[in-house]
C-alpha cells in the first residue's frame, strides 16, 4: 500500500512539471484571422550544414493555429503568416515540448507576441520584445530601403539601419551574454550573431555548460572558423581537398599543373551577390583562361538547386560541390562569395571577402607582371 501510495505521489509530482496540452507548438495571435502560415525550420545541430531548411503549411482558424514538431532534436522554427509577410514568429523546441504563442497583429503588420513553455523561449521572447521599438525601426528602414532608387540616400538609410542594428540591438545581445554566461540562449546569440575577434570574446564568458549544452554545434562551428581565419593567410599554403565535379569525378587541385594562378570561388545558387558576380567572371576567365584556373566551390545547396544554378548561369571554369561544411570551414569561409588568388604551388596570394572590384584589380595587377 505504501508503495503505492508513494508512485502516485510520484505520478502527482510529475504532473506539475508537465504542460496540460499535448505536445507541441500551439498558437493564438489577434487579428490574425484564417490564414496559411510557412513553417521552416532547422535542426540546431546541423544549423551552418549544407542541408536545406525544411518546410512545413499549417492554416490558422480565427487566429488560432497549433504544429507539432517531427524531430526528438532541438530546433529553430520561423512561423510566417502569408497575410503578414515578411513578419514572422521565431520558436525552439523540439516534438516533446509544448510551447505557447499569444499576441496579435499590431501596427505595420508587426506580429506582437510571447512565447512560453521553456527557458530558451521565454528568454529569447524577452529579448525580442524590450527590442520592439528597434526593431519595427530596422523594418521601416529596410522598406525606405527597397523604395528608393538614389544611391547616395540609400547608403544614408543603410548606414541609419546599420548603426540601430549594432549599437542597439546587438547591445542588448552582449548585455544578456555578459549578465546570463551559463544561459543556453547565451549559447544561441554567441553562435548566431558573432564573428571572429567578437565571437571569441563572448565565447570566452560562456560557462562549460553552455559551450556543451544544446548550441555546441553552432558554437564549435563559429570557433572552428574563427581558428581557421588565423591560419589561412597570405603566404601560407592553402589546404588540400578532394571533391565532386558535376559528373562526379574526383578533384584536387593536383590536377591543375599548367596556369600560373588558380582562383578559388567559394559561392552558392542562395548567395545574389555570387551569381551577380558571374558575368564579369567569365569576361576575366576568357581574358586569362591561358595563365589561370578558376575552381567554383559551390556551398550549402542540395544538388538540385546546384546543378539547377550551373545550367542558368553556365559558368565556364571548372566547378565541384562541398559535401558538408569542412573545406569552407578549414578555409575560414563565412561570407559568400570568397576568393582565394592561389599561386603555382597553391600558396595564398590573396584572399577577397564579397564581390568587388578589388579581385579583378589584382588579377589584372598579377597578370601584367607575369607577361
Not at 544614408?156 to 549594432?166: A, D, E, M, S, V
Not at 543556453?184 to 560557462?207: C, I, N, S, W
Amino acid at each position: 500500500m505504501r508503495k503505492l501510495q508513494f508512485f502516485i505521489v510520484l505520478a502527482l509530482i510529475g504532473s506539475l512539471f508537465s504542460c496540460n496540452q499535448k505536445a507541441g507548438i500551439k498558437g493564438e495571435i489577434r487579428g490574425l484571422g484564417n490564414d496559411t502560415i510557412l513553417v521552416r525550420y532547422k535542426n540546431i545541430d546541423k544549423f551552418y550544414a549544407n542541408d536545406k531548411i525544411q518546410i512545413d503549411t499549417i492554416y490558422s482558424k480565427n487566429g488560432k493555429f497549433e504544429y507539432v514538431p517531427k524531430d526528438d532534436k532541438l530546433s529553430i522554427f520561423f512561423l510566417t503568416p502569408q497575410k503578414l509577410r515578411p513578419h514572422h514568429i521565431t520558436v525552439f523546441g523540439d516534438k516533446g515540448e509544448c510551447i505557447n504563442i499569444k499576441g496579435k497583429v499590431g501596427e505595420h503588420n508587426i506580429i506582437e507576441h510571447t512565447v512560453t513553455g521553456s527557458e530558451l523561449n521565454e528568454n529569447h521572447s524577452k529579448i525580442t520584445n524590450s527590442l520592439r521599438k528597434e526593431n519595427k525601426e530596422v523594418f521601416l528602414l529596410n522598406e525606405k530601403i527597397k523604395s528608393t532608387t538614389d544611391k547616395h540616400a540609400r547608403r544614408l538609410l543603410y548606414k541609419k539601419r546599420n548603426k540601430i542594428f549594432n549599437e542597439k540591438i546587438r547591445g542588448k545581445q552582449i548585455e544578456y551574454i555578459k549578465a546570463n554566461p551559463n544561459s543556453q540562449y547565451a549559447g544561441f546569440l554567441t553562435g548566431r550573431y558573432f564573428y571572429l575577434d567578437k565571437f571569441e570574446k563572448y565565447y570566452a564568458l560562456l560557462t562549460p555548460a553552455v559551450k556543451n549544452g544544446e548550441f555546441a554545434s553552432m558554437l564549435n562551428y563559429k570557433k572552428a572558423i574563427c581558428e581557421a581565419q588565423r591560419r589561412i593567410v597570405v603566404g601560407k599554403q592553402a589546404p588540400k581537398f578532394k571533391l565532386k565535379t558535376i559528373k562526379g569525378k574526383d578533384f584536387t587541385l593536383d590536377a591543375i599543373t599548367n596556369k600560373k594562378y588558380i582562383v578559388l570561388d567559394f559561392w552558392g545558387s542562395w548567395c545574389g551577390a555570387c551569381v551577380r558576380g558571374f558575368p564579369k567572371m567569365k569576361e576575366y576567365y576568357q581574358k586569362y583562361k591561358d595563365q589561370i584556373e578558376i575552381v567554383g566551390i559551390d556551398c550549402k545547396d542540395t544538388q538540385e538547386k546546384w546543378e539547377k544554378a550551373l545550367k542558368e548561369y553556365q559558368p565556364t571554369w571548372i566547378q565541384v560541390k562541398e559535401n558538408g561544411e569542412k573545406t569552407s570551414v578549414e578555409y575560414g569561409v563565412l561570407g559568400y562569395p570568397t576568393k582565394f588568388i592561389l599561386d603555382k604551388n597553391h600558396k595564398i596570394v590573396a584572399i577577397f571577402k564579397g564581390e568587388g572590384k578589388g579581385f579583378y584589380e589584382k588579377l589584372d595587377e598579377l597578370l601584367k607582371e607575369t607577361k
